[in-house]
């Protein structure tokens, strides 16, 4: 049994479901080309908050907590006596 879009899309739109966060980026970067908004003081958006070295490794864990699991298997079927 197919759980997802397989269930309900026929096998030749599923490719296509690669372009939706190409689409998303490209809209996101126009968005960002219009907006005519000199505002480049990154400090003051943070100003006030407490940012530290273990809240941004949390958030980086977070991010690619999902590639840890890819290294470790394929860093697993390395061979280093050849």
Known sequence: MT???GAFLPSAAIPYFGLIP???GLWAAWQA??????DD????????????????AG???ANGG???????????????SQ
């Not at 080309?33 to 000199?38: A, E, F, G, I, L």
């Not at 990154?42 to 941004?56: F, L, N, R």
């Open 41 to 56: 003081d990154d400090e003051a958006k943070v100003a006030g908050k407490k940012v530290g070295v273990w809240t941004v």
């Open 66 to 80: 999902d590639n840890i699991g890819v290294y470790t298997l394929s860093s697993s079927a390395w061979n280093l």
């Open 3 to 5: 759980i997802g879009a």
């Open 33 to 38: 080309w219009r907006v005519d908004d000199d």
């Open 59 to 61: 958030v980086t864990l």
């Open 22 to 24: 190409l689409g998303l």
